[in-house]
């Protein structure tokens, strides 16, 4: 068989063609690549308009005294110049994040093989290589996606960003869109959220803790995490010394110094919440969502810081209170032991304190008894502390299980594993020694709203107990039956139909027909029937009879269309039922209606914003002086409000005496006591209170108008009215005061027994005089 070497041809053919074949692979791949290099080329956003960028900014809400009480945004950032922020801060975050950020051009390829090497070495994702300029193009100009392209992407528009912006532009950008932990994007942000600096007071060691922000925001925090966001602090400090920023013996100091935790006061907090959603409803409705959220608005309101935390601290203490005379409810659950970590954790993630702070309510679990002292041992997060039996006695006596599970007396008993709610009366100290007050979230609601009454400008509303619970804003969306707190009302449409303080009014039995073929009977509050009594005796001591008696005479569509022209905008329903508050009002539409009393008769409308102005200070909106209506007379304003002091000298609103000034105000009580009111003012103010449940169900014991909102009004005000003179109603010049017999209502000459002074218009004060002294004595007034 012959056999022949293969041609020296034949291989020459097959290397050319596998040559040719890499060849068209190549140049198919490198078409391939550049073809989707400028295809993504041609979609990627222009680097250009970042030298016109302006990063969302928070809208800021002013008090009325210029102070911040809130503010709008879907990121926290306040914008500072780069030369207003110290040097050294820019160069910690250079240290840090991008050693060579002054001498490369958008891409550090030392640093990404410097990266890479430490990587493979450690076989783990061990450092980055970003520069600040793609970690800007990353945040600003990318989706968040994660893909090769991204990359690709990143590293030409950084490279284009370094054509187009100085390094100071980029850093402005960077170190003002950058997130660094508990909501502050930043760097001004972030030194108010942990430093309650602004960020040119910043001290080294406070600059150089920022500047480990980035890495990790939540693992660095020196509000949770103290001992390592100093670690990280002590690694900016070494960078920096490294880059020649700062010497040896300044890294050494800025270790020594001391890092004090102490962030600037929180604003859009809890207290402020219900009237913030207001605000923040007629905002949105005017200037849309982006301008209000990323615009850098400045809205001055009608707020007094003050009187809103006043109010706020005022329903919560006084709803816990009513809440706590209808008893402890029992545990909120129970754990088994094989839960409580767990459980822990989550609360413990709620925190966001190093200490637990002193009159702050959170849930606890049981975890142990000393029965010899009756105390529990309550763990709340991670710390621990003790609930004594003094500071439980409010609940009775509760019986201490030593085992997990639902115990059989339930509300009653104490299990291990029981989920209570505490408040600290004292912190811990090293996680350890608190001591807790049992407590309990009360389902009872109320609401608050304060007016000043010469400018209709809100100072103060509180809408609930727990706006992050429940939305709903009961000082303006309740509509709930007003009781007698309407009788002034009545008693003013009285007056102006002739009736005075003196005219008397048979307090006896009535019926009237029900308009079903049957009979109603208003009864009194407190049962009892007092014979003839003045309108003064009437309202002072809240006689239901005696305003159903005053309404049938002027008449019930006279008294309606009376209280529309006092600015009620709800339906006012023209029956005898409406002189025992038997119409659906909110508590802002009766506090506004009192303030037509306290401001002389005059109607203001309501307001909460004063001025708007865009984030180069152009006033979008300001508000003008208010035109006041009147519609009652000066005389009547005047004689109302005279009586309705009597109602806190003497009547069912006498805890509002306590602020110790003139004021004048009612109380309400609706059937089976669903709903208490206190609607009362001072001259520069009037302040509304209405408790009640959102389900309608009884208050139960305690809860009157007298007993349930009283005291939250007048815990509101006593802190309210130290802000302002005292001041008494100033009476007008045609009312005048003369010597009566209450139990005639005729004139008395001096030295009658039962004598008093009593107010009238003038022309409507009594002419005859009754020598018939008063020898009965009055029992003290009941709580209505």
């Not at 991008?98 to 958008?106: M, Q, R, T, V, W």
């Not at 201490?400 to 104490?414: F, Q």
């Not at 005075?500 to 006896?508: G, H, L, V």
């Not at 009979?519 to 006689?543: C, H, Q």
């Amino acid at each position: 068989m012959d056999r022949r070497a293969p041609s020296s041809g034949s291989g020459k053919r097959f290397l050319t063609s596998a040559l040719l074949f890499m060849v068209t692979v190549a140049i198919v791949t490198a078409l391939g690549v550049a073809g989707y290099v400028f295809y993504l080329l041609a979609r990627l956003p222009r680097v250009d308009r970042l030298a016109d960028y302006k990063p969302p900014i928070v809208s800021q809400v002013f008090g009325d005294d210029g102070s911040l009480v809130g503010e709008f945004y879907l990121e926290r950032r306040i914008v500072v110049p780069v030369n207003k922020m110290p040097r050294k801060l820019i160069q910690a975050f250079v240290a840090a994040e991008d050693a060579n950020f002054y001498s490369h051009k958008g891409i550090d390829y030392f640093g990404i093989m410097r990266a890479a090497v430490k990587n493979l070495l450690s076989m783990r994702k061990k450092e980055g290589a970003s520069t600040i300029t793609q970690q800007v193009t990353k945040s600003m100009l990318l989706t968040p996606e994660k893909k090769f392209s991204r990359k690709i992407k990143e590293a030409i528009l950084a490279t284009r960003m370094e054509e187009k912006l100085s390094k100071d532009e980029i850093l402005y950008l960077y170190l003002n869109q950058i997130y660094l932990g508990g909501g502050a994007y930043g760097v001004q942000a972030a030194a108010e959220t942990y430093f309650g600096k602004n960020v040119d007071q910043l001290n080294l060691a406070e600059m150089a803790m920022m500047a480990g922000l980035p890495k990790a925001p939540n693992t660095y925090s020196p509000v949770k995490h103290l001992d390592k966001a100093r670690e990280r602090q002590a690694y900016v400090l070494e960078r920096m010394a490294t880059e020649g920023y700062i010497t040896q013996a300044e890294v050494e100091y800025a270790k020594k110094t001391p890092i004090s935790i102490h962030p600037m006061k929180k604003v859009n907090n809890d207290q402020s919440a219900y009237f913030l959603e207001q605000l923040r409803i007629q905002l949105e409705q005017k200037y849309g969502e982006d301008q209000l959220y990323k615009g850098g608005l400045k809205i001055y309101t009608t707020m007094n810081a003050e009187m809103q935390r006043a109010a706020y601290e005022s329903v919560r203490s006084g709803l816990k209170a009513v809440d706590k005379r209808q008893g402890f409810r029992g545990p909120v659950k129970y754990l088994k032991e094989t839960e409580v970590d767990a459980f822990c954790a989550k609360v413990e993630e709620g925190i966001d304190s190093a200490l637990l702070r002193t009159g702050e309510t959170y849930q606890g679990v049981v975890v142990g008894f000393n029965q010899s002292k009756g105390e529990a041992i309550v763990r709340v997060g991670e710390r621990k502390g003790i609930l004594s039996r003094k500071n439980m006695s409010w609940a009775g006596r509760l019986a201490m299980v030593n085992s997990y599970g639902k115990p059989e007396k339930g509300n009653r008993s104490l299990a291990l594993g029981s989920v209570v709610e505490v408040s600290v009366v004292s912190p811990e100290i090293d996680k350890e020694g608190a001591q807790f007050a049992l407590d309990q979230t009360p389902e009872v609601q109320a609401a608050l709203v304060s007016i000043d009454p010469r400018t209709g400008g809100i100072k103060a509303m509180v809408g609930g107990y727990d706006f992050k619970k429940s939305q709903f804003n009961r000082a303006l969306q309740a509509k709930r039956n007003a009781g007698s707190a309407f009788k002034p009302i009545i008693y003013a449409a009285a007056l102006d139909k002739g009736l005075t303080p003196a005219t008397i009014i048979d307090d006896a039995e009535v019926e009237y027909p029900d308009g079903a073929g049957g009979t109603w009977k208003p009864k009194n509050y407190d049962g009892t029937f007092r014979g003839p009594v003045t309108m003064r005796e009437a309202l002072t001591n809240s006689i239901n009879i005696v305003s159903v008696k005053i309404m049938e005479q002027i008449g019930a569509s006279y008294a309606a269309e009376y209280a529309r022209k006092l600015g009620f905008t709800s339906p006012i329903p023209a029956n005898l039922a409406l002189a025992l508050g038997a119409a659906s009002i909110s508590p802002l539409e009766l506090t506004s209606a009192y303030a037509v009393f306290d401001n002389r008769g005059e109607l203001l409308p309501t307001s909460v914003i004063t001025k708007v102005t865009d984030n180069d200070g152009n006033v979008l909106e300001q508000a003008a002086a208010p035109i006041p209506v009147p519609v009652v007379s000066p005389e009547t304003s005047y004689v109302i409000t005279n009586l309705m002091q009597s109602v806190v000298a003497s009547g069912t609103g006498h805890r509002a005496s306590l602020i110790g000034r003139p004021v004048a105000g009612k109380t309400g009580t609706t059937n089976e006591s669903k709903d208490a009111w206190f609607i009362g003012y001072v001259p520069q103010l009037v302040t509304g209170v209405w408790v009640g449940y959102d389900q309608e169900r009884s208050l139960g014991a305690g809860g009157s108008g007298g007993q349930a909102a009283a005291p939250i009004w007048a815990e509101f005000m006593q802190k309210a009215v130290a802000l302002l003179p005292v001041e008494d109603f100033t009476a007008p010049e045609n009312v005048t005061f003369v010597l009566i017999n209450p139990r005639t209502g005729r004139l008395a000459r001096e030295r009658t027994p039962g004598a008093v002074m009593e107010c009238f218009i003038k022309g409507t004060e009594p002419s005859a005089y009754d020598n018939e002294g008063d020898s009965s004595g009055k029992s003290p007034p009941k709580d209505e």
